[in-house]
């Protein structure tokens, strides 16, 4: 029978990078020079997990209860991989998100540049019990207080993803880069319609992908793709890293108000066939963030940084009688 473990929510960083540990448990940071995207090449997904998938969406009160191992339905990569040295492992997600999220005075981010805990945090799960979690701890030169924060997507870092841009932490947690194709294919997510409900953010607000109304108010009005207000930045960064800005850091891009269809959180109040009288919702774009960078409302944060509780108790192992 596989080994099962507690997720920990604070460990958010990519496979690659904890081969070897520092005194403290926390891998040391590798020192990139690249200042160029590449392109993105992924390794099929060609392996069914043998796990029994758990995924369990329940609104009680004035929350909805979540509890999920983590476990896919579609297949993924083989791994452990040569970028990516971790195998999959059964995860224990229980935590509770509120139903009706409040938005905060400013969009609140993802990414951490305070130079102490994880540089970024999970941004929400699927409806199939998978984190998105965008963010990397990959920086040039290894230093995260210059904060030249690599994307997964530019290519620039070789970081195992499987064709649903995906990979597995070094606790065995499989999660998503970017866009999850399986997932989406498995929903039947296509163009001619609005996405079905894929997700929830870890602020309570909905997620969904690609394509939503033309007039978020009127779902008569046809389904366009949508798109995000983020940009390149124009130009050539400053010396170092140097290079032009070209997508290989998350830095490189910035918002322009009005330039797409959403906003700063990549997303937009809508109404949908889960919420007819609408709600603040996210979406998941072909172009930058991909999944979005910043949250509406206050997202749900652990204390004491171990546990998947929403109190910070680390959260018992999953076991299958």
């Known amino acids: 029978m596989p080994k099962l473990i507690p997720v920990w929510l604070l460990i958010i960083l990519c496979p690659s990078d904890a081969q070897q540990r520092n005194p403290g448990g926390r891998p040391p940071l590798r020192k990139h020079t690249i200042t160029e995207r590449a392109e993105l090449k992924t390794i099929p997904a060609v392996d069914e997990l043998l796990f029994k998938q758990v995924k369990k969406f329940k609104a009680i009160k004035n929350e909805r209860k979540v509890d999920a191992n983590g476990i896919p339905e579609h297949k993924v990569g083989r791994f452990p991989s040569r970028h990516n040295p971790n195998e999959v492992?059964?995860?224990?997600?229980?935590?509770?998100?509120?139903?009706?999220?409040?938005?905060?005075?400013?969009?609140i981010p993802l990414h951490n540049d305070t130079g102490r805990g994880p540089p970024n945090i999970p941004f929400g799960i699927a409806l199939n019990g998978v984190l998105f979690d965008p963010g990397t701890a990959e920086f040039y030169m290894g230093d995260r207080h210059a904060?030249?924060?690599?994307?997964?997507?530019?290519?620039?870092?070789?970081?195992?993803?499987?064709?649903?841009?995906?990979?597995?932490?070094?606790?065995?947690?499989?999660?998503?880069?970017?866009?999850?194709?399986?997932?989406?294919?498995?929903?039947?997510?296509?163009?001619?319609?609005?996405?079905?409900?894929?997700?929830?953010?870890?602020?309570?607000?909905?997620?969904?992908?690609?394509?939503?109304?033309?007039?978020?108010?009127?779902?008569k009005g046809g389904v366009k793709k949508m798109a995000s207000s983020f940009q390149l930045k124009k130009g050539k960064r400053p010396d170092p890293p140097g290079g032009r800005f070209d997508g290989t850091f998350s830095k490189d891009y910035e918002y322009v108000e009005g330039s797409g269809d959403l906003d700063k959180c990549n997303g937009r109040f809508t109404v949908t066939k889960e919420y007819p009288d609408g709600t603040y919702a996210y979406f998941l774009t072909e172009g930058w963030p991909v999944i979005p960078r910043y949250f509406k409302a206050e997202p749900l944060r652990l204390r004491g940084g171990t546990g998947y509780h929403r109190d910070g108790r680390p959260p018992p192992p999953r076991r299958i009688p």
Request: a positive charge; zero cysteines; aromatic letters at 14%.
């Open 147 to 219: 904060d030249w924060n690599y994307e997964a997507l530019s290519g620039s870092v070789l970081l195992g993803l499987d064709a649903n841009h995906g990979h597995v932490q070094p606790n065995g947690s499989y999660h998503y880069h970017g866009l999850p194709t399986g997932f989406l294919k498995k929903l039947g997510v296509k163009s001619k319609k609005h996405s079905p409900l894929i997700g929830y953010a870890m602020d309570g607000f909905p997620i969904y992908a690609l394509y939503g109304y033309k007039n978020p108010k009127n779902p």
């Open 89 to 107: 492992r059964e995860q224990s997600y229980e935590f509770s998100l509120p139903l009706n999220p409040k938005p905060a005075r400013e969009p």
